[in-house]
C-alpha cells in the first residue's frame, strides 16, 4: 500500500505561482508517479507523469510550459511547480502511483494509476 500526502495548496491571483509537494510512502525511487487535477463538474484532468524507466515527463499539451514536473528521491516527494497561474487552473489537483508500470497510451488515463492522495485545492482568483 503506497501513501501519499498532498500539500501546498492555496488562493493565489492570477499570474501567480504555487508549488504543490506530494510525500509517498514505500519504496518511492521505484515509482512511476503522476499529477492529476479536477474542477468541479469536470472529469479528473492529467496534468503531468513522470517514468523511471528512461525518466521521462509528460505534460499535458495545454499545461506545458507553465507547470513543471519535479521529484526528491532523498525525501520520497514529488513536486509540481505551477507558474503564470490562470482562474481555469482552479481544481483539486491530485498526486498518483500506478500499481505497476502503465504502457505509454496509458500514461495520461487516472485508470492506470492505482493510489491516490487526498488532494489539495488550488483556487486562482481573477
Known amino acids: 500500500q503506497v501513501q501519499l500526502v498532498e500539500s501546498g495548496g492555496g488562493l493565489v491571483q492570477t499570474g501567480g505561482s504555487l508549488r504543490l509537494s506530494c510525500a509517498a510512502s514505500g519504496n518511492f525511487r521505484n515509482y512511476d508517479m503522476a499529477w492529476f487535477r479536477q474542477a468541479p463538474g469536470k472529469e479528473r484532468e492529467f496534468v503531468a507523469a513522470?517514468?523511471?524507466?528512461?525518466?521521462?515527463?509528460y505534460y499535458s499539451d495545454s499545461l506545458k510550459g507553465r507547470f513543471t514536473f519535479s521529484k526528491d528521491d532523498a525525501k520520497n516527494t514529488m513536486y509540481l511547480q505551477m507558474n503564470s497561474l490562470k482562474p481555469e487552473d482552479t481544481a483539486v489537483y491530485y498526486c498518483?502511483?500506478?500499481?505497476?508500470?502503465?504502457?505509454?497510451?496509458?500514461?495520461?488515463?487516472?485508470?492506470?494509476?492505482?493510489?491516490w492522495g487526498q488532494g489539495t485545492q488550488v483556487t486562482v482568483s481573477s
Open positions: 498518483a502511483v500506478p500499481r505497476s508500470r502503465p504502457i505509454t497510451s496509458m500514461v495520461r488515463s487516472p485508470n492506470a494509476y492505482h493510489y
Open positions: 513522470f517514468r523511471r524507466n528512461g525518466s521521462y515527463t
